[in-house]
């Protein structure tokens, strides 16, 4: 099983300001990357997949990078409705996520 | 615009199975390019794949997980299914349904999740 790894588990920041998240995979994954955005009580909503290609809808604030093992979610400029949890998915090998990083007002 | 809703019980006893149904409005189960699948968070384990199945019929299941779970795909109902056979407090989560653009794939629509708690 691919192990899926994201930091920090926690991350403050200021609105207006630039966010970075990280997801580790414990193997290659190529670009089989997706990035969820969840927010309480709702279902997980899909921002990135294809390591850097924005879903339907998601604003261009939201940019993906990385392959192979390393991946990046970069929020440019953090808008009140953007603090929510993120989650990294791979489905290179079947499919595992990694534990949440949760985007908090700092 | 696809919608997807899950339906069963929110509560099962300890040993039993649990039952998931997913209704899918707005457009057709039917497509080869899809598969449906169903994902299950808790707690302790985050966000875990439970298992995928095509139209028709093609299984794919979490390696943890399938000697307990079964999924079918109902297309004159527009609705697909999950069971998981001798389910313990470990099975309490909040349980999605969501749609794959293939067999292994991100999922770009989702359930509203529900809840079930295994208990006496």
């Known amino acids: 099983e691919i192990v899926m790894t994201q930091s920090p588990a926690t991350l403050s920041v200021s609105p207006g300001e630039r966010a970075t998240l990280s997801c580790r995979a414990s193997q290659s994954v190529s670009s089989n990357l997706a990035w969820y955005q969840q927010k309480p009580g709702q279902a997980p909503r899909l921002l990135i997949f294809g390591a850097s290609t924005r879903a339907t809808g998601i604003p261009a604030r939201f940019s993906g990078s990385g392959s192979g093992t390393e991946f990046t979610l970069t929020i440019s400029s953090l808008q009140s409705e953007d603090f929510a949890v993120y989650y990294c998915q791979q489905y290179n090998n079947w499919s595992t996520f990694g534990q949440g990083t949760k985007l908090e007002i700092k | 615009q696809l919608q997807l809703q899950e339906s069963g019980p929110g509560l099962v006893k300890p040993s039993e199975t649990l039952s998931l149904t997913c209704t899918v409005s707005g457009g057709s189960i039917s497509s080869s390019s899809y598969f449906w699948g169903w994902i299950r968070q808790s707690p302790g384990k985050g966000l875990e794949w439970i298992g995928s199945i095509s139209y028709s019929g093609s299984t794919h299941y979490n390696p943890s997980l399938k000697s307990r779970v079964t999924t079918s795909v109902d297309a004159s109902k527009t609705q697909f299914s999950l069971k998981l056979s001798s389910v313990t407090a470990a099975d309490t989560a909040v349980y999605y349904c969501?749609?794959?653009?293939?067999?292994?794939?991100?999922?770009?629509?989702w359930g509203q999740g529900t809840l079930v708690t295994v208990s006496s």
């Open positions: 969501a749609r794959l653009l293939g067999i292994r794939s991100f999922f770009d629509y």
